[in-house]
T-cell receptor, first 116, second 110 residues
Framework: DSGVTQTPKHLITATGQRVTLRCSPR?????VYWYQQSLDQGLQFLIQ???????AKGNILERFSAQQFPDLHSELNLSSLELGDSALYFC???????????????FGEGSWLTVV | DAKTTQPPSMDCAEGRAANLPCNHS???????VYWYRQIHSQGPQYIIH???NNETNEMASLIITEDRKSSTLILPHATLRDTAVYYC???????????FGKGNQVVVIP
């Protein structure tokens, strides 16, 4: 158990809909990362937040957005869903802003999103 | 940031040591080497990381060459539960995030 909690574990929704994925980081961790993993692509970095502020953006679509709340939990919002958005979405957390100093990033078990 | 090169797949015998190689010839002096693994569709699991010195924890050992251009992850006694994709990652490009490549699909054979 990494200590990173993600909900829901599984979600099935229709095209055009909007969903929200939730992440609770490990106790004390200030930085949250979101990753997407689809069948034909590896783990793709989406976005990073540190203490409530956006720090880095990766391959995140404009239809997707995220935020980190004062209690440090984070939500990933996916809207106007398409079939190709079906994927595993992982949240990860770490104590500090970056890993350059050796801080370790721990991952949750992911949220399976199926768009039909 | 430095890229890593791993074999796409390898088999290991159960109960034997598994030696997983990784090349990172362009690594810079302040970049760490991280190892993660992902057991089918589970969240990536941290294994170990190092900078210069060899490291050991309850899961594995990490051997980094003196010139830091390559490293080896050693699973001392491979079990069937060690079957996974193993990722060797050098500190990611950009803003301190982990960049995952294709990894090494390791299959432990009875």
């Amino acid at each position: 158990d990494s200590g990173v909690t993600q909900t829901p574990k599984h979600l099935i929704t229709a095209t055009g809909q909007r969903v929200t994925l939730r992440c609770s980081p490990r106790s004390g961790d200030l930085s949250v990362y979101w990753y997407q993993q689809s069948l034909d692509q590896g783990l793709q970095f989406l976005i990073q937040y540190y203490n409530g502020e956006e720090r880095a953006k990766g391959n995140i679509l404009e239809r997707f957005s995220a935020q980190q709340f004062p209690d440090l939990h984070s939500e990933l919002n996916l809207s106007s869903l398409e079939l190709g958005d079906s994927a595993l979405y992982f949240c990860a957390s770490t104590l500090a802003e970056g890993i350059g100093s050796g801080n370790t990033i721990y991952f949750g078990e992911g949220s399976w999103l199926t768009v039909v | 940031d430095a890229k890593t090169t791993q074999p796409p797949s390898m088999d290991c015998a159960e109960g034997r040591a598994a030696n997983l190689p990784c090349n990172h010839s362009t690594i810079s002096g302040n970049e760490y080497v991280y190892w993660y693994r992902q057991i089918h569709s589970q969240g990536p699991q941290y294994i170990i990381h190092g900078l210069k010195n060899n490291e050991t924890n309850e899961m594995a050992s990490l051997i980094i060459t003196e010139d830091r251009k390559s490293s080896t992850l050693i699973l001392p006694h491979a079990t069937l539960r060690d079957t996974a994709v193993y990722y060797c990652i050098v500190r990611a490009y950009g803003n301190n995030r982990l960049a995952f490549g294709k990894g090494n699909q390791v299959v432990v054979i009875p």
